[in-house]
């Protein structure tokens, strides 16, 4: 094929490596859905010697994010790399470099995610997160076209996969905590600190923008009830399945009295609804519509290659776009 569309990746870490593996299993598959080839050209990483869970050719790696900004011929930016810094000002400088960007960064985009709407439209660049929220499941392309016909009343559902595989063995194994725990950051599924898996902060970060996304409502995770997991106990989950029920870590966001009030909590949910037959380390998300009544989702939320298979699918939207030559006129989330 001749056109090319090359991207960078900002990361290598579990999402970046499933990012990367999705390409290469790919390749040609997505070569043809784009009439492109879609390269990747450049990894950033912090460290060249560090071990990979995957391999890819030793010249695609650099620990200078200018090569990457400066490189006129990248025209995609894929930040898989987490915290809010310098994640946020690696995608701020990109969309400023006429770059189009993808992240995963659920804490980067919840924190500033008005500041990121403004740069994408500032710069005429796409802007697209769908492997921020929930994983592989396609929950932000759902809301942000499929949907867009209905008034968005209520979003709900089970949007960190680390937590629900803990209570998920905790509640089936009557297995340890920590044990777990530990388990779930093997598996590629918990955060770089869990601290942010555990105590909800990962999912009030989903639930802003899922906020945003169904009511056109910026909130700050900061400013979202949260309470995480660690308080709940084995006799909480005895008592929960003694009534038939599982307990769930909830985000909930809703329109009550003009206002959006919106929550991460344990609760207890039936044993046999949608959200409490959904174990593991997948998610679940009900969106109730005026139109389409009520949607439901479900898939995994969290893993490399899941979590790359999003990535993949907002780099593939972009490049199609690039070939078509509609790229800057997709709108992004629009905060009413
Ligand atoms: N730590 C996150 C989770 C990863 O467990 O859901 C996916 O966002």
């Not at 960078?8 to 870490?13: H, M, N, P, R, W």
């Not at 804490?107 to 710069?123: I, Q």
């Not at 209905?150 to 629900?164: A, D, L, Q, R």
Request: proline share 4%; aromatic share 6%.
């Amino acid at each position: 094929m001749d056109k090319k569309i090359n991207v960078a990746l900002l990361g290598f870490g579990n999402v970046g490596s499933g990012t990367y593996t999705a390409f290469k299993e790919n390749c040609e598959l997505i070569s043809k859905k784009v009439g492109a080839e879609v390269v990747i050209k450049k990894i950033l990483v912090r460290n060249i010697a560090n071990a990979r869970r995957v391999d890819a050719p030793a010249e695609l790696f650099t620990t200078d994010f200018n090569e990457i900004l400066n490189d006129a011929d990248i025209q995609i930016v894929a930040e898989l790399m987490g915290g809010i810094e310098p994640a946020t000002e690696y995608m701020l400088k990109s969309l400023a470099a006429g770059k189009h960007v993808v992240s995963a960064n659920k804490a980067a985009l919840a924190n500033a995610l008005p500041k990121f709407n403004e740069a994408a439209k500032a710069a005429g660049c796409m802007l697209r997160y769908e492997a921020a929220v929930c994983g592989a499941i396609p929950v932000m392309g759902a809301i942000s076209r499929a949907l867009t016909g209905n008034e968005i009343t209520k979003v709900s559902g089970i949007v960190n996969g680390t937590t629900n595989y803990i209570l998920t063995r905790m509640a089936a194994e009557g297995a340890p905590y920590a044990d777990v725990l530990a388990d779930a950051q093997a598996l590629g599924f918990a955060e770089a600190d869990p601290t942010g898996d555990v105590e909800g902060f990962d999912a009030a970060n989903k639930l802003s923008l899922l906020t945003a996304a169904c009511f056109g409502v910026y909130i700050h995770p900061d400013d979202i009830d949260r309470t995480g997991i660690t308080g709940v106990t084995m006799d909480d989950l005895k008592a929960a399945e003694a009534a038939d029920c599982k307990i769930k870590l909830i985000a909930s966001s809703e329109i009550k009295d003009g206002k959006v009030c919106a929550s991460v909590k344990p609760i207890q949910v039936p044993a046999e609804s949608f959200l409490g037959r959904c174990g593991s380390e997948f998610n679940a998300v009900q969106i109730d519509c005026n139109m389409a009544g009520p949607i439901f989702l479900q898939g995994k939320g969290a893993g490399p290659e899941p979590t790359g298979s999003a990535v993949a699918g907002d780099i593939i939207e972009i490049a199609q776009a690039i070939v078509n030559g509609t790229a800057s006129k997709q709108p992004e989330t629009a905060i009413l």
